[in-house]
């Protein structure tokens, strides 16, 4: 089965600073791609996610996300972070054709006023 | 709010109760997803269901066992749990097709005592 890899366990922030969050799968084949985020206390919502196309795929709340499928990678970013985007991020892939979908840890994101 | 309701929201149980979790999604998808979140370790899919027909099980031990009874019910029942169960259960559904994604419940906080 596929699995997913995020380097990143806690990431701390100020304000205003870029964000960037590694996210590596392991599957040679069509993938669809996706980052979800959960804000604590809450459930899981669907940031961005990537099926074909264009590599660089725009999501909610300014996020944004490249598949580079020379590296496995799919990593998300953001130009200047909020307070308010203090969460959890996690990765996830599914396979081709197949609803069998895997995540990584998850990275916690602390963005300080 | 998510189209997905789990319940209940907290549970704490004994190791030798039975006790149930419950899913309900109003989305009309038709696969639905139990999943085990732990700190620091990568949501664990747990059993997936498509067109009520569990099609995953990753070797979950027989203390947890699913029931479908249809495409917008999914149980989770409990018996003689261990400690290293405790963690947020989450359920999730899908509509099957290639370009898929999952939507979440809020999860049940399950603690074994």
């Known amino acids: 089965a596929q699995s997913v890899s995020q380097h990143n366990h806690h990431v701390i922030l100020s304000e205003a600073a870029s964000l960037e969050l590694g996210c590596n799968y392991s599957?040679?084949?069509?993938?669809?791609l996706f980052w979800y985020v959960q804000y604590p206390g809450q459930h899981l919502q669907l940031l961005l996610k990537y099926f074909s196309g264009d590599p660089l795929v725009k999501g909610i709340k300014g996020f944004e996300a490249e598949f580079i499928k020379s590296k496995f990678s799919f990593n998300l970013r953001k130009p200047s972070v909020q307070w308010s985007d203090t969460a959890e991020y996690f990765c996830a892939v599914t396979v081709y054709n197949n609803n069998d979908m895997r995540f990584g840890a998850g990275t916690r994101l602390t963005v300080k006023p | 709010e998510t189209g997905v309701t789990q319940t209940p929201r907290h549970l704490v149980m004994g190791m030798t109760n039975k006790k149930s979790l419950k899913c309900e999604q109003h989305l009309g998808h038709n696969a639905m997803y139990w999943y085990k979140q732990s700190a620091k370790k990568p949501l664990e899919l747990m059993f997936v269901?498509?067109?009520?027909?569990?099609?995953e099980n990753n070797s979950v031990p027989s203390r947890f066992s699913p029931e479908c009874p249809n495409s917008s019910h999914l149980f989770l029942h409990l018996h003689t749990l261990q400690p290293e169960d405790s963690a947020l259960y989450l359920c999730?559904?899908?509509?099957?097709?290639?370009?898929?994604?999952?939507?979440f419940g809020q999860g049940t906080r399950l603690t074994v005592v």
């Open positions: 269901y498509n067109f009520k027909e569990q099609t």
């Open positions: 599957y040679g084949g069509t993938v669809n």
């Open positions: 999730a559904s899908s509509q099957l097709s290639t370009n898929t994604e999952a939507f």
